[in-house]
């Protein structure tokens, strides 16, 4: 455990138990040992055949843990709970999920459901996710905060003042200069009268990768003097009444709390001259930023990491937001928050398989390589030289110059290959004499590639779009310590889908043998992604989405329930999602195979229905094991 950092980024969630696998604990610290989920039974019991009491799921699997969910809601409440008592504030904590973390259905509505006894409401930041945001907030708190925010038009605004008007609890957030005057028009036309928010551009500057938005030169939020043009406007209107909420956003992963509370007090700051101006100001709405460390260093000093926990986070706010109101005779406010990576991040763990491995046989002969001592003879002088020397230095055990002399003689032979002088045998009988010198030597840090049934384009994309590192780690074999450096390449034909960063800044990841755990699969799960890598997933090489299932933790016999599984996009669905038509591609092709006489319309069409993915040994259950039971009665 103590090899990949996980009590560093997983605590109190994910622990090693005794059989050496992946436990989840559901509620935290306060999960008791027999309700702990081991991961690899959870995928026994997705991958299993329906026959043999299994979902009949294929890999990569997603899996949810709505009981993480709930306890991270919670968790974040009782911080700022405990804050506000502890130093006497005035005001309550009201935070919003902002939906475009994930928008999925069951984490959306789980977190209204869950929220609901401490009035947690939802951010929107465009019409369909307002649609989404209203629909489930129907069954919300009625005090709960639904905060538009995002660029608008003419029919979000109107959206949004409708929302108003089914009670409920809707701030249109300015985040231009010129949406006040649609805001002002619209609500005009349709007598409603609306609650506004400002966001304000801050001076202040996250100078990591998320904070690319944040500073004075950044894209969203009023510059102070539009700030007063605002006011000025709202005033001459008779709507400054209007104006309740001031909302700031530093950028994601704020790394400490020190800069936290440099974009805290200067925010409450401009919300205190807000009241001063004759707004009546109500909620401080503090944006995301919350952070995860990722890498578990606690360090702060990378965007993997952040140097504060929940606890901490909100005992900054408070007592900023409390300084700075006290100084200016101010009420305090309602603290907002709109944290989405703290909130959902550790619900659900990527679970993939590796199936294959590149490897050189260690077993081979060191220094005989027959191919290469048969085929030495045919070498150019230089190429025969370069050979000599470097089974000399291999024959001395002198590394250094082993490494070189391999180095220098794949060169040459390169360059001769290109040339014509050697054949396609020379050239492979080279690579391999040198690779089996340098292996055996243990002159280079061999480094297989593990390939994993897995499309990061569409799993974890921040991985290749921003450099985002994530922790993986085996699921099982946790007991035995790991023999081999690797890193994994997908599925894909993208030379950008690989991991080769690693948290820790490793650039391998130590794994198990390949295929040396007596049978069955190998399985990694990539944590900490429940933010962010679904909505951004695209279709890359048409691999649709992973399969999902959603596993609460238990009382019953077994101690997890899979509450709903959905299998992943089948080909046909990939294919239509880029609009093609899978109906008129099969005719098609069932025409072509009958005009050839060959009987392929069956397979064909299992192709349609199969998921793009590979068809690995998990299809019939992990190893060809039976089935683990779980209640599957929800
Ligand atoms: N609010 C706004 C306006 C954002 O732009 C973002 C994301 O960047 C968030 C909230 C969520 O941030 P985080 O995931 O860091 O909590």
């Known amino acids: 455990s103590a090899l990949y950092r996980i009590d560093g980024w997983g605590a109190p969630y994910f622990r090693v138990n005794s059989s050496g696998d992946i436990a989840v604990r559901p509620h935290g610290a306060a999960t008791l040992p027999h309700q702990e989920i081991d991961l690899m039974k959870v995928v026994k019991k997705a991958s299993a055949s329906k026959s043999s009491g299994g979902l009949g799921l294929r890999l990569p ?39 475009k973390c994930n928008q999925d259905r069951y984490i959306v509505e789980d977190i209204v459901e869950f929220g609901a006894p401490f009035h947690y409401g939802l951010e929107a930041g465009s019409k369909a996710e307002l649609l989404l945001a209203m629909s489930c907030l129907t069954r919300g708190s009625p005090d709960a905060l639904l905060v538009c925010n995002g660029y608008k038009d003419e029919e979000y605004i109107a959206l949004a003042l409708i929302a108003r008007s089914m009670n409920l609890n809707t701030v249109i957030v300015l985040e231009q200069e010129e949406e006040l005057d649609t805001v002002v028009e619209t609500s005009r036309r349709l007598g409603i009268r609306p609650v506004i928010g400002l966001r304000a551009k801050l001076r202040t500057k996250h100078s990591g990768h998320f904070g690319s938005t944040s500073g004075e030169k950044g894209k969203f939020g009023l510059t102070t003097m539009q700030t007063l043009s605002v006011v000025q406007k709202l005033q001459r209107l008779e709507m400054l009444d209007c104006l309740q909420l001031l909302h700031f956003h530093i950028g994601s992963q704020i790394p400490s709390t020190s800069l936290l509370a440099e974009g805290v007090v200067e925010a409450a700051q401009i919300y205190c001259e807000l009241s001063r101006l004759g707004a009546s100001m109500r909620v401080i709405d503090i944006g995301g930023g919350l952070g995860i460390d990722y890498d578990g260093s606690h360090s702060g000093d990378s965007d993997m990491s952040v140097n504060y926990g929940l606890e901490e986070y909100a005992c900054t706010v408070v007592r900023t937001v409390m300084l700075a109101c006290d100084r200016k005779n101010v009420n305090h406010p309602i603290i907002c928050s709109e944290s989405g990576r703290a909130l959902v991040s550790h619900h659900s763990v990527l679970i993939f398989e590796a199936v294959s491995s590149d490897s050189i046989k260690a077993d081979a002969s060191p220094f005989a390589s027959p191919n290469l001592s048969f085929l030495a003879d045919e070498l150019a002088d230089d190429a025969r030289a370069g050979y000599n020397s470097l089974m000399a230095a291999a024959f001395r055990r002198d590394y250094e110059s082993s490494a070189i002399y391999a180095e220098q003689l794949k060169r040459t032979c390169v360059e001769h290959f290109k040339d014509g002088i050697i054949g396609l045998e020379h050239l492979a009988a080279v690579d391999g004499l040198c690779d089996i010198v340098t292996k055996k030597l243990g002159v280079a840090d061999q480094v297989k590639t593990y390939h994993v049934n897995l499309s990061i384009f569409n799993s974890i994309p921040d991985l290749w779009s921003i450099g985002q590192v994530f922790p993986i780690v085996p ?10 450096k690797g890193v994994l390449s997908d599925l894909t034909c993208d030379s950008d889908g690989k991991v080769n960063q690693f948290i820790g800044g490793l650039t391998s990841l130590p794994l198990h043998e390949f295929g040396g755990g007596g049978g069955g699969g190998y399985y990694l799960g990539m944590f900490l992604g429940g933010a962010y890598q679904e909505a951004l997933g695209g279709l890359h090489n048409l691999f649709g989405g992973p399969s999902v299932v959603r596993v609460a933790q238990s009382d019953g016999p077994y101690c997890f329930a899979v509450t709903l599984a959905v299998p992943g996009s089948s080909c046909a669905q990939v294919l239509q999602a880029m609009r093609h038509e899978p109906e008129v591609m099969f005719e098609a092709l069932k025409h072509r195979a009958a005009e050839c006489g060959v009987g392929g319309a069956d397979a064909i069409m299992r192709a349609f229905h199969s998921m793009p993915y590979l068809i690995c040994r998990t299809g019939g259950g992990v190893g060809g094991g039976d089935a683990i039971g779980s209640d599957s009665d929800g």
């Open 61 to 99: 699997l997603l899996v949810r843990l709505p009981d993480v969910l709930k306890h991270r809601l919670e968790s974040l409440h009782a911080a700022f709970d405990f804050a506000i008592q502890s130093v006497g504030y005035g005001g309550r904590y009201h935070g919003v999920y902002p939906v």
């Open 475 to 484: 699921i099982h074999h946790l007991d035995q310590r790991p023999g081999v």
